[in-house]
């Protein structure tokens, strides 16, 4: 009987160090919270919050599960990714297109989710390449109202999106390139503003760049403000 006890008080052990171990993994982005909260990452950390990849043309960093694009937003939203451009792509391991499914990720629950920062602000533009690669990105909220994000990394303060909002806020251009985003589907998608003169759209708030092949299912802006432009184009929307 002591035996069988020492080896089940072992394997609560194991069982328990492997948890923490998976927490840690999954987690990572809370846990590295004061080290993101500066703008002076180095490469090999930034890869820590994406699935595979360097961010190179040859190697971009691999979108696989909410949290990936979840880091993106919050990387952006800090200037990360400022100085040179980036590659992001949204796939399985295997290269193949995945769908990403926001539902109850950042809740904790199978209800509604809690928002994220557009991708790109009026500070801290996109100007990296963001190729979906024919994958759906799905029930997902973008807000501007810090009291809409559910969860954010500890002790980084907020990201301050400014007037244009949309899955992607600003869009726009180094001295050299453009931005682009190209290729993907969005389905039940909510972007909200509650910035008196802001831009709003479903796909971008604002983009001086190449938007290409980019599909809209249900979308939904929320604005509490009547002085808000308004930007979708009928030629991006399926229906």
């Known amino acids: 009987m002591k035996i069988r006890e020492r080896l089940f008080a072992i394997w609560n ?3 328990l160090s492997s948890s923490i171990l998976a927490f840690g993994v999954t987690k990572a982005w809370f846990l590295n919270g004061n080290e993101f909260g500066n703008n002076t990452l180095e490469a ?3 890869s820590n919050y994406f699935a595979a990849g360097d961010g ?3 190697r971009p960093y691999i979108i696989k599960e909410p949290i990936h694009m979840y880091n993106l937003s919050w990387l952006q939203a800090r200037g990360i990714f400022d100085e040179e ?4 792509k949204v796939a399985n391991l295997d290269g193949t297109p995945k769908t990403i499914d926001f539902a109850g990720a950042l809740s904790g629950t199978t209800g509604r989710t809690g928002a994220i920062p557009p991708i790109g602000t009026d500070q801290h533009h996109f100007i990296g390449e963001f190729d979906g690669n024919g994958s759906v990105i799905k029930n997902v909220w973008v ?3 810090p009291n809409d994000w559910a969860e954010r ?3 980084i303060g907020d990201a301050d999106t400014n007037k244009h909002v949309g899955f992607f806020g600003h869009i726009d251009q180094n001295d050299e390139e453009k931005g682009v985003v190209k290729n993907f589907y969005l389905e039940n998608i909510e972007v909200t503003s509650h910035v008196d003169g802001s ?3 479903l796909i971008a708030g604002y983009s001086n760049s190449f938007t290409e092949n980019i599909g809209v299912k249900n979308g939904k802006l929320s604005m509490k403000s009547s002085n808000v432009n308004t930007m979708i184009s009928s030629t991006m929307l399926l229906h």
């Open 13 to 15: 052990v194991v069982v």
């Open 44 to 46: 090999s950390s930034v």
């Open 56 to 58: 190179t043309e040859e």
């Open 85 to 88: 451009k980036k590659y992001f």
């Open 143 to 145: 807000s501007s109202d």
């Open 153 to 155: 990394p500890i002790d």
């Open 199 to 201: 831009s709003v759209g």
